[in-house]
């Protein structure tokens, strides 16, 4: 027998067979996100009653009887879904702190947030990370966590709208909305619908954390800060003193591995450690590793170093042989937040397993997971003080973690499939992504580091050696901050070319948003920039081109066709001459010259072979659609089969959107609309602002044409917040006419 959610998610499933639509197109017509309504029709989420109506009035059906088996669904619950936990392992010796955990767990339940604070090392994060797991029961959507690198040296905290994108990522929302109050709100949206444990480690102060917070819901946020967050509406503190002599005690005695009495001496150890867990820990190592000592000698030792900090860190780190002690002085320069043993052997210059078991086992090294360590903030503070008094050594060992970063980014980016890179370097471009996936955080960090260092040959090849994963993620919050880092340095260099060419990738990223007025200006630098060379001008005027296109210039971005047509001539390039003549054609059919365009892409088509031809067979499918309607849909499928076999999904979406157009023109809407669907299903992962508001405006036209009166006018108000969102006044009058027609 079904249960009641399962009976409404077999409601649901039918509107979506009824609608026709493929999940994202129904999801914009419903005004959801695409990851809420896969978790509705997976059963793992009971929709809001809201958006059951909003489903219901895609198909035009009376959501009314549906209104009882959702009230059974919702009181019933939805099915169990794989929890989510990202938290970081719990302590297996976590001591004492029985009253603050017992309070923060109270908060959570009665005001769904806490921030705890207190000093470095009094241990925030390990209370929170230990609280956390032992909620995990009550909070069956996951266990979210994510550091904010407020107070990690040699870090600049993580900025609001980064940790946003990085959190949304976290709930598979992978191409959130630019702006950071829209990420917010998305935020906010997301997690009302579930019950999540979110811990926001190392906050830098109230303003960092206040656009992360949850709303209404029933969701929890865990906040850790050093600083009082007293300017937190609804988020109520709680204090960490340093641990309590028995607790303390306690602690010690676990990390030591023995049973204390009451010694003189371990109080002695206690008050240098100044009741911090982690000196506890690292007090409590050393002694382990140390048979012949007793509690008394480690006092003595402690108490011949000067701080009270320096006592527990410097002991151990006394203790250390001296090629153990420069790799600990080293990680204190290591940009990132973790690494690998490879990316310690560069920066040691040695072979560096061994050294980095004795810091791990010394408690100056932390292993995440197999293979993965990372340094606490004190600590590492400590380590780079220590390096810092051997300039030459830490700049020498920086610059070749920098080089070890760049040669490894550079490698892996060559194995991917790429339009300037036919023929990659044989590898696993899966193995490439996942590595850029995973450093992606320590690469912007070395690129950061680098110019600090004034070390411009990495600043201006990093990011050209991650263009094609940029390309892969248009829209990440640091490509253009890098881009226009690269190209000062670049300029520093005396490169000009060099220089031009990131300054068209910065184009390139801006136009891929949507933001054209900016990517004109990206292009304009390059142009001036650039050496007299025709193969970069001929790129710059097509992209030019491109970008006037869109913004509705259409005489203007002729003009730039036909000059890149001309250089791509002088130069050899058929492939290229041929791409600007079909585009030339495109904006000529829309100037309303159907004879010169059908004539334009014919001199494309007679140039390209391969996939250079799919700009030439949608220009001519389109100029002939009116008059030779199925000679225009032959052509139009070529290219849809064209950028499938090549595997080109922007270009698939491209062409099935436009096969779309062609055959609304026939009077075939059934099937445009099916082709505009199936579009807006390649846009899904591709964070591509542009093309989708390419396919909004041809989808609405299709819908009005078709008498889908109210899901054109869904799709235009898109259009409209998508264009007022950019600045592009174009697509927002082009938009606004279309709802003229329709009211």
Known sequence: ????????????????????????????????????????????????????????????????????????????????????NDLPADLFDFTGRETEAALVEELLRTAGAVAVDGMG?????????????????????????????????????LEPQAALGRLLAALDITHPPAGAAERAALWRSELSRRRALVVLDNAADAGHVRPLLPGAGRSAVLVTSRHRLVSLDGVPPVSLEPLADADAAHLFGRAAGLTLTGQDAVGQVLRQCGGLPLALRMAG?????????????????????????????????????????????????LPGTDFDAAAAGALA??????????????????????????????IRRYAADLAAERGPESDAALRRVLDHYLARAVAHDATLPAPHRPRPTPGDPAEAMAWFDLEYVNLVACFDAAVRLGADEVVAALPQAMRVWFFRHRGTDDQARLLEGAAAAAERLGRDRERAALLADLGFARAAAGRLTEALAAYGRAARSGPDDDELAAGLALRTGFALRDLGDLEAARERFRWAGALFERLGRPAG??????FEGWVTLGL???????????????????PA?????????????????????????DAVELAERNNLAHNQAWCRNYLGVALRITGAYEEALDQHRRAFELLEPLAEVQLELNVLHSYAE?????????????????????ARELGRPYDEKMAREAVDLIR
Request: charged residues 25%; aromatic residues 4%; hydrophobic residues 40%.
């Open 1 to 84: 027998m079904s249960s009641p959610h399962d009976h409404l998610v077999g409601q649901l499933s039918r509107i979506k067979e009824l609608s026709g639509l493929s999940l994202r197109a129904l999801a914009l017509q419903a005004g959801l996100s695409s990851s809420s309504l896969s978790r509705y029709l997976a059963g793992r989420l009971v929709p809001p009653w809201e958006a059951v109506v909003a489903l219901c009035r895609v198909v035009g059906r009376d959501p009314r009887p549906l209104r009882a088996g959702w009230a059974e669904a919702t009181r019933a619950g939805a099915a169990p879904a794989p929890r989510r």
């Open 121 to 157: 090392g009094v241990g925030k994060t390990s209370l929170a990370v230990h609280v956390a797991h032992r909620l995990a029961p009550a909070y069956p959507d996951g266990g979210l966590y994510i550091d904010l690198n407020g107070f990690t040296p040699g870090q600049e905290p």
């Open 285 to 333: 190592a050393r002694l382990r590793h140390r048979p012949g000592w007793t509690v008394a000698v480690l006092a003595e030792r402690l108490r011949d170093n000067a701080g009270r900090f320096d006592a527990v860190f410097g002991m151990s780190y006394q203790q250390l042989d001296t090629e153990q002690r420069r790799m600990f002085r080293l990680l204190g320069v």
């Open 349 to 378: 210059d040695t072979a560096p397993d061994q050294v980095l078991e004795e810091l791990v086992d010394a408690h100056l090294v932390q292993e995440l997971s197999p293979g993965r360590y990372r340094t606490h903030d004190l």
């Open 577 to 582: 001459r041929a791409q600007a003549l079909a």
């Open 592 to 610: 309303g010259r159907p004879g010169e365009a059908v004539d334009l892409a014919r001199a494309s088509l007679a140039l390209a072979d391969g």
């Open 613 to 637: 031809r799919i700009p030439g067979l949608v220009t001519l499918g389109l100029a002939l659609a009116p008059d030779e309607p199925a000679e225009a849909l032959r052509l139009l499928r």
């Open 702 to 722: 299709t819908c009005r044409v078709a008498g889908r009166r109210d899901e054109a006018l869904r799709l235009l108000d898109r259009t409209i917040e998508l």
